[in-house]
C-alpha cells in the first residue's frame, strides 16, 4: 500500500451511535478480557504441569498463543477508538495491523491442519505415535506453520505496498482489512483482488482437505475398536478439536466464498468482529470443559496456589 498522497486512514468502526458503541465496548471487554485469560491459562498449564507436556498440548500452546496475537491486533485498537473518538489511524499502523492479522488468520488454519495430523496418529498409528510425534517432530511442525502462513500473504502484501490512495482515506472497517482497503484505492485493484481471493481459497481448501482426509481415517479407526467406552472416549476428545475446526472454517468460508457477503459492508463487518472476539473467546473453553486433564491440572494449579496463601 505505498501511499503517495494519504498519510493516514480513518476508520468508521461499526456504529456511530452512541449507545451502540457503548455497547459494543463492554462486548469486547469482556470477550478480550476472557480471551486472553482463557488463552494464557492454557499455555501456563502446558508449561507447569507434567501430564500436560505431550504433542497434542504442544500444538494447543501455540494455537492459544495465535489466538491472543490475533485478537490483539484487532480488538483494542477498535476499544482505543471507540473510547477516545480518535478514529484516524496511520499507514505505517494500517499496514502492521493488516500484517500480523493476516498472518496469524491463516497460520491458524495450517496449525489446525497440523493438529489434525497429530489426533490421526494418535489414534490411527498409537504405537509409532511417541516416534513419530518427537519433540523435534513437532516444533517443526509448527515452525512450518509460521512459514507456510508467511508465505500466503507474502505475494497479496507485496501488490498492497504498491497502491495509490489518492481519493479517499476513509476506511468502512473497524480494522485496516484487504477489503475495504482495496475498495478506496485508486489504483488496478483487480489482480489483487483475484491473488488474495485465490491466496484464501486455496488455504482454506487445501488445509480443509487435510483436516477432512485425517478426521476420515481416525472416524473409521474409532469405528472400529471393539468397546464402546473406548469410541465414547475417543468421540469425546475429537468433538472439542471438530467444534473449533467448525466455528473457525465456517465463518471464514462465509466472508470469502460467499457472495453476498462479498458484497455487504455491514456483514463483513459483523463477521469479522465474530472472528475476532467471539471465537478466540469460546476456543480455550471448548478445549477445557471437554477435556479431563486439562481440568485436573487446572484444579491442581489452584490448589496448590491456595496452599502458599495458607503458609
Not at 70 to 82: D, G, K, S
Not at 157 to 180: I, K, M, Q, R, T
Amino acid at each position: 500500500m505505498r501511499n503517495y498522497t494519504i498519510t493516514t486512514f480513518i476508520l468508521l468502526g461499526l456504529t456511530d451511535d452512541p449507545e451502540l458503541q457503548v455497547l459494543i465496548f463492554i462486548f469486547l471487554c469482556l470477550t478480550y478480557t476472557m480471551s486472553v485469560t482463557g488463552n494464557l491459562t492454557i499455555i501456563t498449564l502446558t508449561f507447569v504441569d507434567s501430564h500436560l507436556k505431550t504433542p497434542m498440548y504442544f500444538f494447543l500452546k501455540n494455537f492459544s498463543f495465535l489466538e491472543i496475537s490475533f485478537t490483539t491486533a484487532c480488538v483494542p485498537r477498535y476499544l482505543y477508538t471507540i473510547a477516545t473518538g480518535d478514529n484516524i489511524i496511520t499507514y505505517n499502523a494500517c499496514v502492521i495491523q493488516v500484517f500480523f492479522t493476516d498472518l496469524c488468520a491463516v497460520t491458524e488454519f495450517f496449525l489446525l491442519a497440523t493438529m489434525s495430523y497429530d489426533g490421526y496418529v494418535a489414534i490411527c498409528k498409537p504405537l509409532h505415535y511417541v516416534a513419530t510425534m518427537s519433540s523435534r517432530v513437532c516444533q517443526r511442525l509448527v515452525f512450518c506453520s509460521w512459514v507456510a502462513g508467511l508465505l500466503v500473504i507474502i505475494s497479496p502484501l507485496s501488490l498492497g505496498l504498491n497502491l495509490e490512495f489518492c481519493d479517499s482515506n476513509v476506511v468502512d472497517h473497524f480494522l485496516c482489512d484487504a477489503s475495504p482497503l482495496l475498495k478506496i484505492s485508486c489504483s488496478d485493484t483487480w489482480f489483487m483482488e483475484q491473488t488474495v481471493f485465490i491466496c484464501a481459497v486455496l488455504t482454506l481448501i487445501l488445509t480443509l482437505m487435510c483436516v477432512i482426509l485425517s478426521y476420515m481415517y481416525i472416524m473409521k479407526t474409532i469405528l472400529g475398536f471393539p468397546s464402546a467406552q473406548q469410541r465414547r472416549k475417543a468421540f469425546s476428545t475429537c468433538s472439542s478439536y471438530m467444534t473449533v475446526v467448525s466455528i473457525t472454517y465456517g465463518t471464514c468460508m462465509f466472508i470469502y466464498m460467499n457472495p453476498t457477503a462479498k458484497e455487504e459492508v455491514t456483514t463483513n463487518k459483523v463477521a469479522s468482529l465474530l472472528i475476532s472476539s467471539i471465537s478466540p473467546t469460546l476456543n480455550p473453553f471448548i478445549y477445557t470443559l471437554r477435556n479431563k486433564q486439562v481440568k485436573k491440572a487446572f484444579n491442581d494449579s489452584i490448589k496448590r496456589i491456595a496452599s502458599l496463601f495458607k503458609k
